[in-house]
């Protein structure tokens, strides 16, 4: 049985309907705010309570005795896929104790829910590309220093890393971190630019363009995204030996990207085909907390649980942009 946070989010939704796709049984936590609109996330929920192997609680990851409640009330719990986390790099700039509570207090509270679960295998739980802030080297390691973050939202990934680092030098627990980069597909999060811009020009009004489209991202399909999570939870590190293991504990860091950064303008003009509109673009600087590219190496992540994406842009966008006219028609 699995515990899996974050499950009415963008990723836990598909990540929970992939797990019960092929027979396991999902406890789902979600607190269900309003970072963006919650109609989205009960319309997620709805789809995943049609399967009776889900059982749901809408719950703070932060309050240590509800997460404590739920692993006694289901004690065949082996697995955790924590998701839960405030995402967003510019939302942080506004309402930073949003993320000290999600993505510090949260994770605290989930290492010590894998510290008591008996006959725990693995935790597995999402980072961020994030996290390699203002890093120059590409493509991004998981060997490279990240002491550079270069905003909130950053350095709370980070601190979840090593705040898991501890926790499996210490109890012993086998762990894995994802760091995602730039993630999208249907039923994804409104405040993504993939998202944020399709709306805005399916609705004839002006898009942002930071940096003055000087900007590179590695698109990251939603399905793609989901295989490697079950990848990952599938290979959980025997001990601090394995060659990826750091430092000699059972916690090992992967890269789950697509391998090819993209322009930011060929981006645009992708949705602006799938839509058939011309977007008037608002060229901008650089927003605070952003950075100008991203790059995934998953040599890592293909070498020890086979993680090897398939969708290019070109055909994901495509496909978002259908799911969108389809669910706001």
């Given at each position: 049985m699995i515990l899996l946070t974050g499950a009415a989010g963008f990723i836990g939704f598909h990540t929970a309907q992939a797990l019960l796709a092929r027979g396991e049984r999902v406890v789902?936590?979600?607190?269900?705010?309003?970072?963006?609109?919650?109609?989205?996330?009960?319309?997620?929920?709805?789809?995943?309570?049609?399967?009776?192997?889900?059982?749901?609680?809408?719950?703070?990851?932060?309050d240590p005795d509800a997460i404590q409640s739920i692993m006694k009330a289901h004690p065949a719990i082996d697995r955790i896929v924590h998701l839960a986390a405030q995402a967003g790099v510019r939302y942080s700039l506004e309402s930073p104790y949003a993320y000290g509570r999600s993505n510090l207090d949260g994770h605290l509270v989930m290492l010590e829910a894998a510290r008591h679960c008996k006959g725990l295998t693995h935790f597995v739980y999402a980072s961020s590309s994030s996290v390699y802030g203002g890093n120059m080297k590409q493509p991004f390691?998981?060997?490279?220093?990240?002491?550079?973050?270069?905003?909130?939202?950053?350095?709370?990934?980070?601190?979840?890393?090593?705040?898991?680092?501890?926790?499996?030098?210490?109890?012993?627990?086998?762990?894995t971190g994802l760091r995602f980069f730039t993630v999208y597909g249907p039923w994804g999060r409104p405040d993504m630019a993939y998202f944020s811009f399709t709306r805005a020009i399916s609705e004839d009004r002006p898009i942002d363009v930071f940096n003055h489209g000087n900007m590179k991202?590695?698109?990251?399909?939603?399905?793609?995204?989901?295989?490697?999570?079950?990848?990952?939870?599938?290979?959980?590190?025997?001990?601090?030996?394995?060659?990826?293991?750091?430092?000699?504990?059972?916690?090992?860091?992967?890269?789950?990207?697509?391998?090819?950064?993209?322009?930011?303008?060929?981006?645009?003009?992708?949705i602006e085909k799938a839509l058939g509109k011309t977007a008037e673009k608002i060229m901008a600087p650089m927003a605070p907390g952003d950075v100008v590219e991203t790059y995934a190496d998953i040599d890592a992540a293909h070498a020890v649980f086979g993680y090897d994406p398939q969708t290019p842009l070109n055909e994901g966008i495509p496909r978002f942009v259908a799911w969108y006219n389809g669910f706001y028609a």
């Open positions: 789902g936590v979600d607190v269900m705010n309003d970072y963006y609109d919650p109609a989205l996330k009960e319309a997620r929920l709805t789809i995943l309570q049609e399967n009776q192997h889900f059982n749901f609680y809408k719950t703070d990851i932060a390691s998981t060997d490279d220093p990240v002491e550079r973050p270069v905003s909130l939202y950053a350095a709370t990934k980070r601190a979840g890393e090593l705040l898991t680092q501890s926790y499996s030098h210490l109890y012993g627990i086998p762990a991202r590695d698109f990251t399909w939603i399905d793609d995204c989901v295989a490697g999570v079950l990848g990952a939870l599938d290979h959980p590190p025997a001990d601090g030996e394995d060659a990826y293991c750091l430092h000699g504990t059972p916690h090992r860091l992967f890269n789950l990207g697509n391998n090819r950064p993209e322009k930011l303008l060929d981006f645009i003009e992708l």
